[in-house]
């Protein structure tokens, strides 16, 4: 009889096994059922027993396929973090000029202003392509 998933606890020990044997012989060797070993093993990116991992178009795709998903988040997040900074001032003199207060923005403003302007200017793209 296999023990109820909320009852086991994975360890260091038995995370490190996922993946080098299959889901059923683990689950059989832990006492929990397949589908909860399956779904741990999926939720820590390892590959199946005897299965090497994808390649990732993130992996293939230069600098940046060497970093972790992590590091590239970080990465980008600093870039937009930068460029919402350099956007800033011309944002404020744009709602300054529109006769709106402006103590001082925040990023996600001047992001979400950014976002709209995007989106007004597909917009009226598209219904100048419409027909009539």
């Known amino acids: 009889m296999s023990k109820s998933p909320a009852k086991t606890t994975w360890t260091p020990e038995t995370l490190a096994m996922l993946g080098t044997m299959t889901d059923s012989a683990l689950a059989r060797q832990l006492g929990v059922s397949i589908p909860y070993v ?64 402006v103590a001082r923005l925040r990023h996600w403003q001047v992001a979400e202003f950014c976002i709209n302007q995007v989106w007004t200017a597909a917009m009226q793209q598209t219904k100048g392509t419409e027909e009539p």
């Open 38 to 101: 399956a779904a741990q093993r999926r939720a820590l990116g390892v590959p199946p027993h005897g299965r090497k991992p994808r390649q990732s178009a993130t992996e293939s795709a230069g600098p940046l396929g060497q970093a972790s998903a992590a590091e590239v988040v970080v990465r980008l997040s600093a870039q937009a973090t930068q460029r919402l900074i350099e956007l800033t001032p011309i944002i404020e003199a744009k709602f300054m000029a529109q006769g709106l207060p």
